[in-house]
Each structure stands twice: as C-alpha cells, then as structure tokens.
C-alpha cells in the first residue's frame, strides 16, 4: 500500500528507524493507514483542501490581477510527537522565552548584559530593530514578548535545534487550528486510540494573555477592551487576523478605526468614540504610528506610541522584540540563558558563524559553497544563500554582501532536515519537515502542544515556507507516554 | 450649547458585545446590499431571457428594443456600449452576469459583498460567510459560454438560492445585535430600489404599436415584471384576476403583505432605522427621518389610481430619490467617519509629544 516503497534513507525519519521499523509513538497512525489506497487518501485530502477553499482558509497570489486565492497545502499524515520529547521542548522552549524576555527587558533597562561583557554593545546597538526610543519605559507585568513562535528543526540524530525566534508578529496559529479541525472531520478514524493533546485553547488563553496585560492604571470591574489590530483586508495574513479575532470574541481594527486623544486610544463606533485597552497588534513596529516611526505609513495610528509610553495602552507584542530576533542576536541565546538563569540551554541553537567576527568571517568566505547565509533581519526564506545548492554568480553575489556589511550576515552549516512520510503521488515518500511552536506568556507561559509543522512538499528541498512550495500537515502531541 | 469635550469617565465603557465599528456597520450594509443587488440582476435576466423565448424569432431591431430598457434600467447603458456594439441577448447577459468592467455586473456584486463580508469575517458567522464564499467560487468557476450552454435558468436560480440561502441562516445564525439591523435595513433598502427599478422598465419598454396597449405583448410584458418579482402567484391568489397594468402596479407598490412590494420594503427600512436610531417608533427625530417618515405617510394616503394619474415614471423616479437620501441619512450618521487627516494628526502628535518633555 501506500508505505509499500518507503525509504528512510539517510536522513532522520520521525516514523521509522533506520531499519525501518515504525516509532512506538507512530504505531496507532502507522494501523490506521495501514489499508487506505492512494485513491482514499488522495479523496480525503481533497476533501481538507475543498473544506479550506470553501471556508477561505486561503491567501491571495498578490501578482495575479485576477485575485487568485491559494490555500496553504495540506498533507493529511500527521506529523506524531512522543510524549517524552514534547516534555524536554515544552521546557526547552519556556526556558527560552524567559531569557529572552529579561534579555528585553535588561537592554531597555540597565544593559546589564553588555556592561558585563556577555554580549558586545555594537551588536544590540546596531540591531535594526533596537527602539532606543523605548528606553527606561515600563511595561505592563514586564512582559515584553506576549506571543512567541520559535522555529524548531531536527538534525540527522533527531536532536531538537532552535533554528530562529520570532519574536514580533510571528503568525501561523491560525493554520495549527484548521489544520486540526480539518483532520478531524476527514479522517476522525486516525485518532482513535491515539490519545492526542487538544489545541483548541489558544485562542482562550491568548485572550486571557491580553486581558492579563492591561495597563497598569487600568481599573475597571469590567475586563478590559480588547482588539486585534490588522494592517486590513489585502494582507496576507488576514484570514488569521479574522480567524483569532473571532475565535476569542474580539473586535477587529484597522488604523483608521482607531484615533488617540488626550494619550489613549479609542475606536470609532456607532456609538461614539469608546476606549481601547489592550491591543493585539499584527503591524510591524515600523508602520504601528506614523508620527513616531515611518511618517508613510496609512496602516498606522497617530499618536499610538504615546499612549503607550503613557501607560494607556498595553500592545502585544511590545515595541522594540524585534532585537532579540535579529539573527546575530540569536547566536548569544544560550549565553543569556546561562547569564541570566544560570542553566544551560536545553534546546541548543544551530552552530552558527558571526560575519562580523573576522575569525568568523574569514571561515565563512572561503566555505560559502558549503554553508547557509542568512541576513540578520529577514524572513520568509528570503535573504538566504544556500551554499551548497548555489550557483557560482549567487555565492560570488554574497560574498561581495558579507565583505560590505558583514553585521548583516551570519552563517550556518547546512542541517540535513528530518524527514516525514507525505503524500507524493501514488506513494508516501520522505520530505523535510520544522515545527513551530506557539508559545503564550502571560500570567504563567503556556505553550500550546504541538504547533504548526511545515514540509517542504518538494522532493530533496529544505524550504519549508509557504511562498516557496512549502506545506503544512497537522501536528500531534501525545498525552501517554507509549511503552517500546 | 458649549460644552468642554467629554472626559475619560464620560466615555462610556461599553461591554465588548455592544460594541460596533463604524466601518463593520458600513460592510455589513453593503455586504446586504451587493447580495441582494445580485439577486434581482439574477431575476431580471432569468425573466427576461425567458420572455424571449415566448417571442419565437425576433428581429435585430426588436432584440434591442427589448435588452437595452434593461441596461438602462440599472443605469449600464454607456458602460454597455463601450465594450459592445449590439445589444442582444448574449452580449447583455455576458454583460450584466461576468463583465468585472461593469460594477453592477453580477460577478461585481458578488465579489463585493464577499469583500464586505471579508472585512467583517469575525462578526458573521462562518455559514454565512460560507455562502458567499460558495456564491462567488460559483460565479467565478462559471462564464458565458457554459451558462448559455447548460441552461442560464438553472444558473440564475443557483444565484436566487445562494442568496435565500444566506438570508435564511442570517436570521437563523445571527445574533439580534445592532449588526442585524443594518443587514436588514441594507436589504430592504436595496430591495425597494431594485423594485422600483423591476417597474420602471416596463415604461421604457416601447410596445411595437399604440394598440398593443393592454394587448397580448402588454399582458405578458408585465407578467415578466411580476416573475421577475416572484409575484405572478401572489398576485393570482390576490386577485384571481387577468393580470391587468393598474392592479400589477397596486400590488407592487402597496401590497404589504407581500414581501417585495414597495410599501413593505419601506416599511421594514423605516421599523430598522428607527432600531439603528434608537428611536422610539412613531417618532422621528433628525432631519432625515423626518423627510423618509413623511414621504412614506404621504404614501400611505395615495393609491394606484393617483400614481398612474401621476405618471408612474415620474412616481418611481421620486421613490428612487427619497431611497437614496434616507440610505445616505443612515450612512453618514452611522456608518461612515471621514478619514483622519494623516499629517494632521502627525503633527498634532509630534507637538503633544513635545509639550510632555
């Protein structure tokens, strides 16, 4: 049947070893599939994508004047994580998004961390993302980063590595509940007997983050407002805007609905003019106001930042995370996981190489056919040199990029991506596959089990984002531990 | 009457549920609007495609005759003419079912009430977004050619349900909020035009000679405008009668009972403004309820007889006229806020900023 040919081959499998025998915490998935044909399971993912197109589970092909609307690829085999693994990333990742906000919260405050020499001052000072506008200002309960999403790959001995952190608007949540309810529906057999971990919560406990977070001098016997901000209809990421904002029972705004006075925030409704207290905001810190930041930007509203800095206000996520994003920040991670917790890190990053360090930069430059090349501030999969795959014009291309501005760049060895059974045709084969998290920090962090995996649907590729070919598949975390 | 603006405690703070955005009331009534725009362009051509058919061969000349009261009944005409030369039965359909470049196309409204409804996709509920979505995968997936191929009735009715679909779960899956009230206004609203509209090309539609008035080709042109309604039962039953201009008329415009008519469309945008307004009924407060509340008592007091003493064109025209000023009443003071002025605003930011340090 459909595992008749499969073929771990060299490379990590998360259902089988490499003597291809199916992983205790695969077995009730490996039974359930054990008799389903090609036809079956390609109706059953038919009837997922039909399901998407029909609930506008879609984003819009921006290049097509015909407004093509695309739904993210599904693959109908989940992708099954043991109970006992989820335990040491579920920690790992806490571990980390702790750091990480006392990292923020110190480079705001006191820069403690620089004035101890654990992370030279250049690099923080330099971020693109570093608001030193924000400087010595409070925010509610210190939490910084409310929503989280870190990128988790394996390598080849199915070790959990940290690839990035994505500590601004990271987005996907969205796609982790329709991938689940999707499944559900069309292939409810899978989960008998399986006993998967529900995720329905996050968006509860996401609002119940954002209510948490009120200002400081909010009082009220009633809850406070809340609202998510979006950039509006044409984004691509508005299906999810729409999506949370409903599944929590919360207005949607756009800049325009919003307007500030005397230093707080209200929105424009039928009934007059009523206030804003907590803002989800899906905007990047560059456009959130335009008398502050990029004086272009429409999605924006006026006077924002000062209600903010006024304590009026509360946004998740706070202005300014995006430094502890920048992928020459993330290279100190562990560093300030030991400084300021005094552990080591449970969940290691990928061994990664600073451009601006010239002992770095001079291993980088003559290795570039070997390595991956990453800017420091972009995402998506763009801005990345994959060495080995590269053409000799597109190295040379980045090599003159690292020599101009090597603060820019960072580089990694290639990590050979575990692999996943996905549908290819007639037959399951292996294909790459990461996960990303959601992680929830509010009164305590919650990180949702599971999260969202991505494939790369085509054969041998190590691209996993949505833009370039890449897939999603549900993803389960088990709530037993399954004997060997 | 000067007042100092309110103060933080004055500004009420409403529960979240009571909460609406001005711009969610606007898509909202537009989204009801395009829907049910859609809907009477689907009936207009389904009817009048059907008309045709009882004609057997018709000239040219009289092909045109017959479509171009209907491009100007939705006001297309030039926009017709600019990408046609003839007006006949594929060209209009193509036209007012799949042109994008016609903003009253049935593609354009269906389009722009999934966009509404896209704006406001945490209000309504995922059915009713589904409909629309289905409605315009449907219109999108299909064209000219396999409409006219597989039967153009089948695909009109598929419109006709997919919006009696939508406002069958709107009143079984949406919550009785001020939301509701401008769904309903926005329809009967459009309704009441569309309706107006339906009548009003009659009167441009010439008949061969002065004799043929109240002949054969006259009795069947206005059965076509009752079927276009979905009146010819209703008016049978109500008048079990031949089907006669003065009484199509009386029905259409006074029958209140009757759910398409005129008078129950006003009567039901006038009971949704005053919830919206917060008005108790009977009374009318603004300027614009004033206007709307005498223009319908007014027709309260007239009948058919006087309306066709009148002209009934003159009579539509005025309708129309009073329609669109109580929807922009409605619009202005609800749904729509002007756009901020960006540097204004800026500035005045930027200076308060700079006071504070």
């Known amino acids: ?484 | 009457m000067s007042k100092t603006p309110p103060t933080q405690e004055e500004v009420a703070r409403h529960k979240q549920t009571n909460v609406m955005l001005s711009r969610v009331a606007g898509s909202l009534y537009w989204m009801s609007r395009y829907l049910e725009r859609a809907e009477n362009l689907a009936r207009l051509v389904d009817v009048n495609l059907q008309i045709l058919l009882d004609f057997g061969q018709v000239s040219d000349e009289t092909m045109k005759e017959h479509w171009i009261p209907i491009l100007r009944s939705t006001g297309d005409e030039s926009t017709f003419f600019q990408l046609y030369e003839v007006a006949d039965s594929e060209s209009v359909m193509e036209f007012v079912t799949f042109r994008p470049e016609n903003p009253n196309s049935l593609l354009s409204c269906i389009s722009s009430a999934r966009e509404n409804a896209r704006q406001v996709r945490d209000q309504i509920s995922s059915e009713m977004w589904e409909v629309l979505n289905d409605a315009y995968h449907f219109i999108k997936n299909s064209n000219a050619e396999t409409v006219w191929d597989g039967g153009s009735s089948t695909f009109y009715d598929q419109i006709k349900y997919y919006s009696h679909l939508f406002q069958g779960i709107t009143v079984s899956t949406f919550s009785r909020n001020e939301g509701f009230e401008f769904i309903q206004f926005g329809k009967y609203l459009e309704r009441a035009d569309k309706t107006t509209r339906l009548m009003d090309m009659k009167y441009h539609i010439l008949l061969p000679k002065v004799t043929d008035v109240g002949g054969a080709v006259d009795a069947a042109q206005w059965q076509a405008v009752l079927r276009s309604a979905s009146a010819v039962e209703p008016y049978r039953r109500f008048y079990v009668a031949d089907i006669l201009f003065s009484k199509v008329i009386e029905f259409l415009i006074f029958e209140d009972t009757f759910p398409r008519s005129l008078m129950f469309c006003l009567e039901q945008m006038d009971d949704f403004a005053h919830l919206i307004a917060d008005t108790p009924a009977g009374e009318y407060r603004s300027d614009g309820e004033r206007r709307f509340g005498k223009f319908l008592n007014n027709l309260h007091f007239t009948n058919a007889k006087d309306i066709i003493q009148r002209g009934v064109h003159e009579f539509l025209t005025e309708v129309q006229i009073e329609i669109s000023a109580f929807g922009e009443h409605l619009y202005t003071t609800f749904m729509y806020h002007p756009p901020v002025d960006m540097q204004a605003e800026i500035l005045f930011h930027q200076q308060q900023e700079q006071q504070q340090q």
């Open chain 1, 1 to 484: 049947m459909l595992f008749d040919n499969y073929q771990p081959e060299n490379f990590f499998d998360e259902m089988f070893t490499a003597d291809g025998t199916t992983r205790p915490h695969y077995r009730s998935v490996a039974a359930a599939l054990k008799d389903v044909d090609a036809t079956e399971f390609r109706n059953k993912q038919a009837a997922v994508e039909a399901s998407f197109m029909r609930g506008g589970v879609t984003f819009t092909v921006y290049s097509d004047s015909q407004g093509t609307e695309r739904i993210f690829p599904f693959d109908c085999v989940p992708r099954v994580i043991a109970a006992e693994e989820w335990e040491i990333v579920e920690k790992g990742l806490i571990q980390r998004i702790t750091a990480l906000n006392l990292f923020l919260h110190d480079i705001y405050h006191d820069q403690k961390i620089i004035k101890d020499r654990v992370i030279p001052p250049q690099y923080v000072l330099s971020a693109k993302h570093f608001r030193r506008e924000f400087m010595h200002i409070e925010v509610p309960k210190d939490i910084y980063v409310h929503i989280c999403g870190s990128d988790l790959i394996r390598d080849k001995d199915g070790r959990y590595l940290v690839l990035e952190d994505n500590l601004r608007c990271p987005s996907g949540a969205s796609y982790m509940l329709e991938n689940r309810a999707a499944l559900k529906r069309t292939f409810p057999e899978l989960f008998k007997a399986s006993g998967v971990h529900s995720v329905s919560n996050y968006p509860a406990e996401l609002l119940k983050v954002m209510q948490y977070c009120a200002p400081n001098n909010f009082k009220s016997n009633d809850a406070p407002n809340c609202v998510l901000l979006t950039p509006g209809v044409y984004n691509s990421a508005y299906f999810e805007h729409a999506f949370l904002a409903r599944q929590m029972g919360i207005p949607i705004v756009e800049g325009r609905d919003l307007v500030v006075r005397d230093f707080k925030v209200y929105m424009r409704t039928t009934a007059g003019l009523v206030r804003v207290d907590v803002i989800y905001r899906r905007i990047d810190d560059d456009f959130l106001d335009p008398s502050v930041f990029r004086p272009d930007s429409l999605l924006g509203v006026p006077g924002l930042v000062n209600a903010y800095r006024a304590g009026n206000v509360s946004l998740a996520n706070s202005i300014g995370t995006g430094v502890a994003d920048d992928k020459v920040v993330y290279y100190f991670v562990p560093h300030m996981i030991k400084y300021y917790l005094g552990e080591d890190p449970i969940l290691p990053n990928v061994d990664t190489y600073l451009a601006s360090e010239p002992q770095d930069c001079a291993h980088i430059l003559a290795n570039l056919d070997k390595l991956v090349v990453k800017s420091a501030n972009e995402a998506g999969g763009y801005g990345m040199l994959m060495g080995p795959w590269a053409s000799k014009a597109e190295i040379e291309e980045f090599r003159k990029l690292i020599e101009e501005n090597p603060r820019n760049f960072i580089a990694q060895n290639p990590i050979s991506l575990s692999r996943h059974p996905t549908l290819a045709g007639e037959q399951f084969e292996g294909r790459h596959i990461d996960l990303r998290p959601y992680i929830l920090y509010g009164e305590k962090i919650v990180v949702t089990p599971g999260g969202l995996t991505r494939v790369a649907l085509k054969k041998g590729s190590l691209v996993v984002n949505s833009s370039q070919g890449g897939g999603s598949k549900d993803t389960w975390v088990l709530r037993n531990k399954i004997p060997e």
